[in-house]
Structure formats: C-alpha cells, structure tokens
C-alpha cells in the first residue's frame, strides 16, 4: 500500500467556483477575493481580512505597515519555517531566534521575556505551530511591558483558539497560508487579517504596487491612479479565493477529521513521545500537523518511506542552524537546545481529511513495525 503525506481535499464544488470565474472577466483581484475576506474576517472574529499571494507576503506586508526596517529587531522562534524568518531580512531588519517549550515546540514565553526586556525588539511573531496557539493573553501582557508589536504566524492555525482567543484577535496582525499543503487551499495563496481600521487602505495598496485603485476598481471608467509609496505585488487571483470560499464553508467538518485521525494515532501509538496537546478551556488544536518523536529519526524515516507511506518532518533543522543564517550570524548547535531536540526527532504523518480508515491502519502498523512495537 502507499500512502501519501498530503491529498488535498479540492472538489467538484471548487472546481466549479474556479470554471465560474475563468468564465468571467475578472481573474486578477476582485469580487471573489471580497467576498471570501468577508466571510473569514467573521470566521475569525476580526474586522478585516485581506487576501494576498502567500502567507510569506502577508506577513512581509504586516512588518511594512508598521514601519519596521533598517536598524529595527524583530523576535522569532527558532522552529519554525524559514519565511517567518526570512520577512524580517526581507524587511531589511535583523531576526532574533527564541528557543521553543520542549513539550509542545511553541515559542518559549519565559525565554521570550528575559530576550525582549534585554534588546526591545520592535516586533515579535510567535508561529502557532502544527496548529496550537501561544498564549496570546500573556503574549498580549509582554507586548504592553515592553513595547513590542504582534505580529501572529498563523500558516498552522486558521481554526485554532487558545483560552477561547483565535489569531488576529488581539494582535496587530494575524497572517495565514493557503498553501497547497494547508488545511484549505488556492495552491498558493494567503491571508492578513486585523481590527485596526487605520492598515486597511494602505495594506490593500501595499499589496498591489502602492496604486491607489485597483483594476476592479477602475474598471469601466477612464480614472488616473497615483502611487502614495511603493509597494509589492502581493495580490490573489479572483480564481483563487473563489476556490477557498466553499472550503472555508467546510473547515470545520474537515477539521474534526482531522482531530479524529490525531486522536487514533494516539491511542494506537501508546508510549511513543509526540508533541504535547494543550489541555486548556476554551482551547482547540487546528490539527494541521500531528507527529512522533523518535530517536535515529534518519533511519526510522527511511524505513518508513521505504514501506509506502509518506512522512515529513517540520521542522528538519531549526531555522538559524540553516546554512546562510548560521554563515551570517554565526549561530551554531547547541544555542536552541529545545528546537534541536525536536528538530532531530520529529517525523510528521499523513494527516487529512481523507485519509480512510484502511489507509490510517497502515501508517499505525508500519510505524509500530518500524519502531519494533509489534
Ligand atoms: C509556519 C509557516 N509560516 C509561513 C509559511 C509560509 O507560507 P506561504 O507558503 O503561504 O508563504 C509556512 C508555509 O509552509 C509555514 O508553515
């Protein structure tokens, strides 16, 4: 049997939506992309929500709307992916990698304080990884004491919440991915979401090269545009947030099957280590990611792989061990002793909506195979 890591769960509805626009005359940024902004501002309980062309974007977009450039220092955690890093060299500012909670791999709060009240960074972006969020209300506290803007990753976590708190809620700006891998999807695509009125008109046009109207918005009528600054072209398509609308309609469905599959592999798994569910009120994991820690992960995986199923590991080095960050910083093994661990073990699973019940039992059986449980 194979089984891979990811299927994505596009059907005919989506298919339909994205035929519908090809049919008409817009697929650059239009109605589509307003209508899905509407509908996941209220799924998140936010004001706004723009779209954009990648989770990377968004969050590139959030750093330049707050001004954040030369000279400024951004906090972010040392497990993650690279872009969470990579916005702030792109925003011309300098990362400070915090090392991760050993148990859950979420950035370490404790660690985050003694760094922020050292070097008061003008901005930090906690990553809520695999799909559980930081804590934003203590998050929310530090920012007060210390001056620093949040800016939330959210690629892992579009149906989480924490202590009854979902991203974009509290902080300045909560960015997500539609990326082919992600719980929905427009192959690439993303999302900024906020409460603060004052982002709105500059962020939509930082996304489009600074114009002042868009093509939508110009069209029919013979109108001059101006370009206040500079921007990006970091817009959606029309197609692809028409595609997103009837998945968003279906998240949650999807998402507890999610859960579902998460809770079977634990049980079936018994003493094999996995990262920690936070058991809180008012507190859900998006489930984008489930995975087991294991020693000699490079052969466990191997031999995995070799048996049909299709394994990842999110994340394999931590971010500042990554050959340019190490080459430019200077940083080396042993200064994110927790992110190491978990970089050297994990392996991430087949997780998706549909992934059968056939399917499920082989990854069990092979895993335990492998690791000498049967
Ligand atoms: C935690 C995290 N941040 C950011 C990104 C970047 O998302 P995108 O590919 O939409 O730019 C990803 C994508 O995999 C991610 O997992």
Redesign the pocket.
Known sequence: MKVPFYRHSVGEEEIRAVVEVLRSPFLTTAEKNEEFETLLADYLGVRYALTTS???SALHLALLALGIGEGDEVVVPAL??M??ANVVIHAGATPIFVDVEGETGLMDLNHLEDIVRKRRPRAVIP?H?YGQMVDMEVLMELSEKYGFHIIE?A??SLESTRKGIRPGQLSRFACF???ATKNITSG?G?AIAFNDPAYYERLKRLRLHGMSLSAKERHGRFVKYDMPEPGWKYNMTNFQAAMLIPQLKRIEEMRDRRAAIVRRYRRAFGSISFPRIIDEEGTRSAHHLTGILVEDRERIALEITRRGVGISAHYPTPVPLLSWYRKTFGFQRGMFPRAEHIADRIITLPLYPSLTDGEQDYVIETVKEVLGMM
Request: aromatic letters at 18%.
């Open positions: 990648s989770c990377t993650t992916f872009a969470t990553v990884i990753d690629a892992h991915s539609f990326y690439e993303g």
